[in-house]
């Protein structure tokens, strides 16, 4: 029989003829060194499988098939269908030589060295200790090998070589030289939880209220998630109002959504026009009058900080949260009328897909409109990331009215503040002395202590409550991610999480760490009356690091 030699194959000779040469040596030596395995390895299988085939001689005799008649032509199945076997055999003979294997798939030569070195081995990492019968490991050998320890102890549940938490005494010892810094102002307070057990294992006024700044977002995220949920999606859609042409945009409290070419998954301002102009296409529509609609949220727009690149206007319509650049962000200049400025924005693309509009105006959408299309954010669950890395005030505050408005109260800051409350009471969290006025933290007026803050970061590490994951997860990765980016140089860079705040003479910071001891644990310190921001956020990293550095059980 005579193959082809075929083109791709013809072009390919050259290489492949080279890259043979280069390793034929290797082969070689390799050979010699496997050869007097596979032969005592065929000598030791060799009578087992002259039983096996004496025993299957009459089972294949009657099922012999007729003799097979191959085509003239090889064609491409059958090279792949001769690789494919000539693979498999290759295998099969390394891993005879690897071998011998016991019925677990572990290697019998390991489970020998085990046994013989008196050390914990074997293949079952279920089992316990025993060697007992109903352990399922013989006298004398090798008990199963123990699991990894779970570094997150406190989420696994599982039993792990994990120590004990720390004593109290002995992170008095590590953590109260540190809290007397004087770059911590005159007030500060100080708490250290043990996730898996919610124990407080050290506390320094921890049931003293003092302004938390921007640790407040995580009272907000677990507010959020715990009443709306961490699938729950922002939804911003067009509706048209019949007889009139008016075409309404319709603000879903989505500050996510974005007008940029390239929308990152986040809801497009863009892709919202298209399909509008689509639908009023096909309605033989191709001028309409522009109006939008906020009136999902209630009260005062601005804030009670006033003008402030921290925070743009609180509307139910915004896209980029009103930022005048590209930036995702931080502080920078924002439009003062975000609805108005995403309207313009939108006829602007409807204009772009032939749609003529007039300058847009404030309305409200009726009952009697007919939806056109919508875009939505993506899961809650992501909203609440990104608000809680990069401290983001606008995801804050429309987190805070979200679940006003899905308890049955007004949406504004007012409103936002007593939902977020209220449902911390509904999960039993301590509140006391704790005083909201907004989400974000901004308010100076707001009051949080260091006891609630560790128990929200309990609750959310809490296997019953997956759905506030989010809030641990969500939190900036020292030295790596959002706003500890550039903190945390030093030796508890990646292993310090926490979500950070600062006002003028406030500087706080909470969230988790892995000791030395495997232990997870949160941790809340709020400073008041600090006169250097940077020397203060010093002293708290510090602090956090000494904790990550505790071997203190």
């Known amino acids: 029989m005579v193959v082809p030699e075929l083109r791709p194959w013809r072009a390919a000779k050259p290489q492949v003829v080279r890259a043979a040469n280069a390793v034929r040596p290797r082969l070689a030596r390799a050979a010699g060194t496997v050869r007097p395995q596979l032969e005592r390895a065929a000598n030791a299988v060799r009578p087992r499988l002259e039983r096996a085939a004496t025993a299957a001689k009459p089972q294949l005799a009657r099922v012999r098939p007729a003799r097979i008649r191959w085509p003239k032509t090889v064609r491409t199945w059958q090279f792949t269908a001769g690789a494919a076997t000539a693979g498999v055999a290759l295998a099969v003979t390394v891993a005879t030589a690897a071998g011998p294997w016991d019925s677990t798939g572990q290697r019998t030569a390991e489970v020998d060295r085990a046994a013989a070195l008196d050390h914990t081995g074997g293949a079952d990492h279920d089992r316990n200790g025993d060697t007992s019968d109903s352990g399922g490991t013989t006298a004398g050998g090798p008990r199963p090998a123990p699991s990894a320890a779970s570094v997150l102890t406190g989420l696994g549940g599982a039993t792990s070589t994990v120590r004990s938490a720390p004593t109290a005494t002995a992170l008095s010892g590590v953590l109260d030289p540190l809290l007397k810094d004087a770059a911590l102002g005159a007030r500060h307070t100080a708490a250290v939880v043990d996730v898996a057990t919610g124990k407080r294992l050290y506390g320094t006024g921890a049931d003293d209220a003092l302004t938390p700044a921007s640790v407040t977002k995580i009272a907000t995220a677990v507010a ?21 042409k008016e075409l309404v945009l319709v603000g879903g409290g989505d500050p996510t959504l974005t007008a940029h070419e390239e929308a990152d998954g986040w809801a497009s301002l863009r892709d919202l026009a298209d399909r509008t102009a689509t639908a009023l296409k096909k309605r033989g529509i191709k001028e309409v009058t522009l109006s939008y609609d906020t009136t999902l949220y209630a009260g005062p727009e601005l804030h009670p900080i006033g003008v402030n690149g921290n925070l743009a206007p609180v509307s139910a319509l915004m896209a980029d949260e009103g930022r005048t650049d590209d930036s995702t962000s931080g502080p920078v200049t924002r439009v003062t009328d975000p609805a108005a400025d995403a309207a313009r924005t939108f006829g602007t693309f409807l204009a772009g897909q032939g749609i003529k509009t007039t300058s847009p105006g404030p309305s409200k959408a009726t009952t009697r409109a007919e939806n056109l299309a919508a875009v939505s954010s993506p899961p809650l669950s992501s909203l609440v990331e990104r608000m809680l890395t990069n401290s983001d005030n606008d995801i804050a505050e429309a987190l805070a009215r979200q679940t006003a408005a899905a308890t049955g109260q007004r949406a ?12 911390l009471k509904k999960l039993e969290l301590p509140l006391k002395g704790a005083q909201f006025h907004d989400g974000s933290g901004l308010d100076r007026d707001d009051r949080l202590t260091a006891d609630l803050l560790t128990a929200l970061l309990v609750k959310a590490g809490d296997p019953a409550h997956p759905e506030l994951r989010p809030v641990l997860t969500g939190l900036p990765v020292a030295g790596f991610t959002g706003t500890l980016t550039s903190r945390y140089t030093g030796g508890a860079a990646g292993v310090v999480r926490a979500k950070t705040g600062t006002l003028t003479g406030v500087n706080t910071l909470a969230g988790t760490v892995v000791d030395q001891d495997g232990r997870l644990l949160a941790f809340a310190f709020l400073a008041s009356d600090t006169t250097s921001p940077l020397e203060a956020q010093s002293a708290l990293d510090r602090t956090a690091t000494a904790l990550a550095a505790c071997g203190c059980s």
């Open 224 to 244: 959020a998630l715990s009443t709306l949920g961490a699938d729950h999606r922002l939804t911003t859609r067009t509706a048209l109002e019949p007889d009139t």
């Open 412 to 423: 504004s800051f007012d409103g936002g503040a007593s939902a977020i409350a209220g449902a």
